[in-house]
Structures are given as structure tokens and as C-alpha cells.
Nanobody, 127 residues
Framework: QVQLVESGGGLVQAGGSLRLSCAAS????????MGWFRQAPGKEREFVAG????????YYTDSMRGRFTISRDNAKNTVYLQMNNLKFEDTAVYYC????????????????????WGQGTQVTVSL
């Protein structure tokens, strides 16, 4: 069983930055592939970024690439999402997710391939 707790959300002006954290209670955190998703009101949950087990690979949705950076600290059982140059359309609830059975260094972008989810943290970007 893995529990995930996100933190770091809040209200920020457009162009600003936030860093989200996701603390995991897991015996073998380093073996998990981790992802960040987000869901805006009235929209489907969408993949934001992912990092493979072992931090070998990262992957981003095109609109986030260059603005967002995912990283992990296996010693702290924590994954981060650094978000820079935030835009109004980045407003959403951001969720951390864990893939307990990743294939190699693969990073899934499909939410139904993730086994564990956090409760979400709200990010609001004002104009």
C-alpha cells in the first residue's frame, strides 16, 4: 500500500512559480514510476509530467515542456513538480500518482495505469 500526500499548491500570479511536493509512504519508493496529473473544472484529468523509476527518464506534455520540471528524491520518498512561468490555464487541482508496476523505464501517460493517487492540491493562477 502506498499513500501519497501533495503539498505546495496555492494562488500565484501569471508568470509566477510554484513547487509542488508529493511525499510517499512506500517501502520501495525508488521502484515506482511517478506522475503528476491535473484536472480543471469541467475537464478530464490530464497527464502533466512523469519520471521513471531510477530517475532515468522524464516525460512532459508538450504544453508543459520547458516550463515544468519533475524530479524525485528517493532518500526522502518525495517527488517534486517545479512550475515556472505559470499561465491562467494552468489553474487546476494537481494530483500525484504512483505506478507500482512500471515496465522498465516506461512512463505511462494514462491515468488508469497508475495504482495510487494523492488527494490533490489546488493551483490557482490569476491574471
Amino acid at each position: 500500500q502506498v499513500q501519497l500526500v501533495e503539498s505546495g499548491g496555492g494562488l500565484v500570479q501569471a508568470g509566477g512559480s510554484l513547487r509542488l511536493s508529493c511525499a510517499a509512504s512506500a517501502r520501495s519508493f525508488s521502484a515506482l514510476a511517478m506522475g503528476w496529473f491535473r484536472q480543471a473544472p469541467g475537464k478530464e484529468r490530464e497527464f502533466v509530467a512523469g519520471i521513471s523509476r531510477g530517475s532515468v527518464r522524464t516525460y512532459y506534455t508538450d504544453s508543459m515542456r520547458g516550463r515544468f520540471t519533475i524530479s524525485r528524491d528517493n532518500a526522502k520518498n518525495t517527488v517534486y513538480l517545479q512550475m515556472n512561468n505559470l499561465k491562467f490555464e494552468d489553474t487546476a487541482v494537481y494530483y500525484c500518482a504512483a505506478d507500482a508496476n512500471p515496465t522498465g523505464w516506461r512512463i505511462s501517460t494514462a491515468h488508469d495505469e497508475y495504482d495510487y493517487w494523492g488527494q490533490g492540491t489546488q493551483v490557482t493562477v490569476s491574471l
